[in-house]
Antibody, heavy 118, light 111 residues
């Protein structure tokens, strides 16, 4: 059974960098598929942040591209998100997910709430 | 870039059938697969339809998906509504650059 678990600070100060890690179990990241980050501000809809393929290719939401970096650590079977220069608008539940070849997310983490506040 | 537009909310009675639409603003709806996710309060989204009309194992056949090129839209139809179907539903697609787009979500109330 594929499982994903987000981890990282729940509180980040404005202008700082948000860093989250997704640990994958039950599947080897290097074996294929792609891996994505999606967020959901409180009471709002889903927003795709970006994805990384097992090859290392990355794809980012154009509205966030200048602030986002997604990377993979195959030795730890993890992938990570960094979002720089955060503001209160970046407060959201952040999900990591596995993407299929049909470009949909078939397995999701439970999500982690990140609040941007001083 | 494109947008996916969904109705903000729909409601229907138990046992009835409801359809949720998802309209693509530019580019053909048929060019890239459409997926549908169900999200109950406090939970992560789960897939109810993928590749336009495919159901993952475990999703009842009361859920079906379709696309209509004439209206450039996709639809999620839920028949035999149950109270447990009450949730938010999101459509999702992508473009040729593999940019992923979610619809704004539709709140389904089963009353």
């Amino acid at each position: 059974q594929v499982q994903l678990q987000e981890s990282g600070p729940g509180l980040v100060k404005p202008s700082e960098t948000l860093s989250l890690t997704c640990t994958v179990s039950g599947y080897s990241i290097s074996s294929g598929y792609y891996w994505g980050w999606i967020r959901q501000p409180p009471g709002k809809g889903l927003e795709w942040i970006g994805s990384i393929y097992h090859s290392g290719s990355t794809y980012y939401n154009p509205s966030l591209k200048s602030r986002v970096t997604i990377s993979v650590d195959t030795s730890k079977n993890q992938f990570s998100l960094k979002l720089s220069s955060v503001t209160a608008a970046d407060t959201a539940v952040y999900y990591c997910a596995r993407g299929s070849s049909s470009v949909y997310f078939d397995y999701w983490g439970q999500g982690t709430l990140v609040t941007v506040s001083s | 870039n494109f947008m996916l537009t969904q109705p903000h909310s729909v409601s229907e009675s138990p046992g009835k059938t409801v359809t949720i639409s998802c309209t693509r603003s530019s580019g053909s709806i048929a060019s890239n697969y459409v997926q549908w996710y169900q999200q109950r309060p406090g939970s992560s989204p789960t897939t109810v339809i993928y590749e336009d009309n495919q159901r993952p194992s475990g999703v009842p056949d009361r859920f079906s998906g379709s696309i209509d090129s004439s209206s450039n839209s996709a639809s999620l139809t839920i028949s035999g509504l149950k109270t447990e179907d009450e949730a938010d539903y999101y459509c999702q697609s992508y473009d040729s650059t593999l940019e992923v787009v979610f619809g704004g979500g539709t709140k389904l109330t089963v009353l």
